[in-house]
């Protein structure tokens, strides 16, 4: 009999998880880290650097983006193959150029709310999508200048707000309550744990269309000139991609209809100005992207040349819509 019960509960489980998740169309999931220098992510940890790291921890850092995603997906960047979007190489010019597909006026991080509707606006628009279908979770609180011109307009737990809405549940909640109660020595963040935690517990209940989950410890860090915990929340990005492979792959047709986009807003200095941005002439707009999923042509490590001006197009493309601009190489669903 306990059998019986537990096999009918089993059932039960994955009919209203099925219900949740199937025939919806295809997905799309953005998933940036800030600040994140290309010669972290292609190389690993630094000459320059490597007295300040015990030696078990210098050497490659995405180690499983590496060895187990690299190869079935895409990675662009390198030399000058893959660019931000924004003239200036600081997060909040960078975040809006990559949400509404080119530069806009911003300059720095108070230029103010975005003044024309980003991605995740129109595509909820065009496809007449429901708000919970949309969705972004961010660390940093300057991504609601980013994200969206309304944002009533799209599903949001931006820091520090709480999401209240009909999304919301008690375990989401519980992790926002904790993250304030828990708030790092920076200002105008909540620590990316209980980002990375409320992000995926919004995906696996409610399955959305669109999910942007947007970390910032990296930059943070990389201010503070803390390169072992530079290279720390590095790994611990690589654990989270890793994760969110794995869970996509348990979800079954959702995690086969879904493409992931992995970038950063900006890279960082040159050997001892990998503390600032340094806008230097232009390494710090060179960043790398990585794709995978549907649609992604498994090339690896690619030579194709691409910017963040192509994610917008790119994600109207990938949810059955026509864009006009370019989008990223590698890029098929035919
Ligand atoms: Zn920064």
Redesign the pocket.
Known sequence: MQMVLTLLFVLMASQSYAEVCENKGPNVILFTW??VRSDEFFKGTGLLHSHQLPRSERGKIFSSLWSKHAKEGMVLGGKDRYKIASSIAI?LPSYQALMVGHATACKNNSCGALNEVSVLESVRSSLDLPKKDVAVFASWEGLSSAVAKDLNQITHGIYPGLLTDSTSDEQMSDIQKRAMEDLPKWKGSRKDKYTFELGMHYLKKHCPRVLYISLVDS?EF??EGDYPNYVRTLRQYDEYLDHLIKTLREMGEYGRQTTLIVTTD?SRGAGPLWVG?ANTPDSEKNVFLYAGGRGVKPTGRSKETGDHSNIRPTIEYLLGLRPTEKILPNISVD
């Open positions: 800030d600040g997060s930059d990389g201010h900006h941005h």
